[in-house]
């Protein structure tokens, strides 16, 4: 061969390359590997920085934007259960922790198990070092999120590669992606799009050897979804995508041989028994815990009533800013006064616009072939019920049948906003059907202008609730986007549309989460250095009472009374308080003691409820109960009582902002 058809036959592959399906892909996976290479995170484990120097010296590894604090379920838990499976040689029973904890549920953290490979952000923790292996994990779970979207596009949308990677992308840039960037949230929403994306191929595989490919992915995927084990954020995935397969299988059950639909549903069949096997055999394992966590009274068994939600609450988020919980923000609030932004996160939803066009494009569908778009309509029944459920009250059948009475109102969203996705791709792949037709631009403008005016009036609505909330320019520049996006949409101009949502959703959010280097922040702080020496030699029970430090010892591979209890350890508290109710301590809580300092009189050990999550066990530094569990050191936020003689100041560990110490007790 010629050294010229050498050359031409290498930039055709290279041609081939740039425009196939794995550009994106591969080009997303050489940033992941780059992300975890430099150990980038976003997580918010910089606000102990901020906790212990404020301003007065620089966070050299906070890289981009500001920690956020009120994403404590990251950086105050996930992140510090995280750290101390490793130095807990990752086994799955944490002996730190009280009387031992499980943290194969509820919590995600990496430990030794079979089970654990149905938890595949956490393998790399296994294979690399462990700050890198904590920005993989961070990076992998938005990454398998853009993917699945990208695949399940184009397993509807062969041809549609940009609208596809601009879609998957925006949805990353959700604000309640970013505001709830946990590997259970992003997990539920990532391994509906991919399982969808796995039956569209299983449907249209020719060959059994291809069905049965198919299967096994399935079931590896559909476990992986049932193991994340937080029913009010799979609940709403699961009820979207059953309504999607329903009518994906209803139109195939028209175009294919019954034959080859029954195998192919036998197969699927066979993937969910797979799944159910192996979820009661996790379950089965830990039968103990699940039965102590589905009775405590936080969260317990709760269920949800229909009815009662706020509107604003479910559109309000389409103008681009948060609620700040700062307190000098004044009266900078969400409607119904919600003040956590993640709580009040929510998708940008094209859907309730996009409902209308789609509508109609299934009756024209149904007039030019005599053939009902299952999808559309089922999906479509699907939003509408969802309203449903959420404004009107008195309807505990529909939600004892559809189970959402187990799903609170705001966790319902993310089910909304899944339906947003599926519901453009499914509306681009009927239109694109009608090769001929184009709504005109003037309906296309008027409904445009409708919709621009629906959100001004949205505004003026959220303005009036809350004047700080939004200024009169904001409502108005924000009322602006959607117009346009849906417009683009109707015109065909899908990309373009894509890449509006995709500008609209990063401005929003890309101030979120920082980007911050290695988690020295809590490893190699004074504070986990000085435990670390301590333990090192004697491997005593510790107890702390600062709130902001209640995982550090454990966290350092200390055994602690205080910290993060993802399910109650009844005996414990029990035998602290004796008088205190079991409702009291039944539940998922943060633990901390409060150490009497106040020598004219001897506080009887007590646990109270100082949040709905949150215990205090109020004691003296040389009570019987410390004594009983064997802790030997104290970590205060403020010297204790001399009068307290069983307690020596061994340690101050000072910082600009913050000074604690630490006492050794001898009985």
Not at 102 to 116: N, R
Request: proline fraction near 4%; glycine fraction near 6%; charge should be positive.
């Amino acid at each position: 061969m010629s050294k010229n058809k050498k050359l031409a036959i290498s930039k055709t592959s290279i041609r081939k390359f740039f425009g196939s399906i794995w550009l994106f892909p591969i080009t997303l996976t050489l940033l992941l590997l780059l992300l975890t290479a430099f150990k980038i995170s976003g997580s918010s484990l910089g606000v102990y920085h901020t906790l212990f120097y404020g301003e007065i010296s620089k966070d050299n590894n906070l890289l981009i934007n500001k920690p956020q604090s009120i994403r404590s379920d990251e950086w105050l838990v996930n992140t510090q259960m995280t750290l101390a499976q490793k130095n807990n040689d990752f086994a799955r029973i944490n002996k730190n922790i009280g009387n031992g904890q499980d943290l194969s549920i509820l919590v995600d953290a990496p430990y030794k198990e079979w089970s654990v490979i149905f938890k595949p952000q956490n393998l790399a923790f296994f294979f690399i070092p462990f700050d890198n292996a904590f920005a993989f994990k961070w990076w992998f779970m938005g990454y398998l999120l853009i993917l699945s979207c990208y695949f399940f596009v184009l397993a509807l949308l062969p041809n549609r590669k940009l609208l596809a990677g601009l879609l998957s992308v925006g949805l990353f840039f959700a604000p309640f992606v970013q505001w709830w960037y946990l590997s259970g949230t992003l997990g539920a929403v990532s391994y509906s799009l991919l399982g969808g994306a796995i039956l569209i191929k299983l449907f249209n595989s020719k060959k059994l050897k291809q069905s049965l490919l198919w299967g096994v992915a399935l079931a590896y995927i559909t476990t992986c979804f049932v193991l994340i084990l937080y029913p009010p954020f799979q609940i709403p995935c699961i009820l979207v995508m059953l309504a999607f397969v329903i009518g994906y299988i209803l139109e195939k059950f028209k175009t294919e041989p019954r034959k080859m639909m029954f195998q192919r549903l036998a197969v699927i069949a066979g993937a969910l028994v797979i799944t159910g096997f192996i979820t009661l055999t996790f379950l089965n394992t830990r039968s103990d815990i699940i039965s102590t966590i589905q009775n405590t009274a936080y969260p317990g068994n709760r269920l949800q009533k229909s009815g009662g939600f706020d509107a604003l609450h479910l559109f309000s988020s389409n103008f681009g800013k948060q609620p700040s919980t700062d307190p000098r923000a004044g009266n900078h609030k969400a409607p119904r006064g919600h003040t956590n932004q993640s709580e009040t996160s929510n998708f940008v939803l094209i859907l309730p616009f996009l409902l209308l066009p789609s509508l109609y494009l299934a009756y024209r569908y149904y007039k030019t072939k005599q053939e009902i778009d299952w999808s559309i309509i089922l999906t479509s029944v699907l939003f509408l019920s969802g309203l449903i459920w959420l404004f009107i009250p008195h309807l505990g059948l529909l939600g004892k049948i559809s189970l959402l009475e187990r799903v609170p109102h705001a966790r319902l969203l993310i089910g909304l906003g899944v339906l947003s996705i599926l519901q453009i791709a499914l509306f681009v792949k009927r239109y694109d059907y009608f090769k001929n037709f184009t709504i005109k631009i003037q309906w296309a403008l008027l409904y445009a202008i409708a919709i621009f005016l629906v959100e001004l009036g949205i505004g003026q609505q959220v303005m009036n609730h809350s004047p700080d909330f939004i200024t009169t320019s904001r409502a108005i520049a924000f009322a602006i986007p959607l117009p346009i996006i849906i417009y683009l949409l109707l015109r065909k101009r899908y990309e373009l549309a894509m890449g509006g949502l995709l500008l609209f959703s990063f401005y929003m959010t890309f101030r979120v989460n920082p980007l911050y280097q290695g988690t020295g922040a809590l490893s190699q702080t004074p504070i986990s250095t000085k435990i670390k020496n301590i333990s090192n030699t004697d491997n005593s029970t510790w107890a702390t009472e600062h709130f902001l430090l209640e995982n550090f010892v454990f966290m350092n591979g200390a055994h602690s009374l205080s910290g993060v209890y993802s399910y109650p350890q009844l005996a414990l508290w029990h035998d602290a308080d004796p008088t205190a109710q079991d409702k009291v301590y039944n539940r998922y809580s943060h633990t901390i003691f409060a150490f009497d300092r106040d020598s004219t009189k001897t506080t009887p050990t007590k646990v109270s409820l100082t949040g709905e999550d949150s215990l205090r066990i109020s004691t003296e530094p040389c009570s019987d109960f410390l004594q009983k569990h064997h802790v030997r050191y104290l970590i205060a936020s403020a010297r204790l009582n001399p009068a307290d003689r069983c307690a020596t100041l061994i340690e101050e560990v000072v910082y600009p902002l913050q000074t604690l110490y630490i006492y050794r007790l001898i009985f």
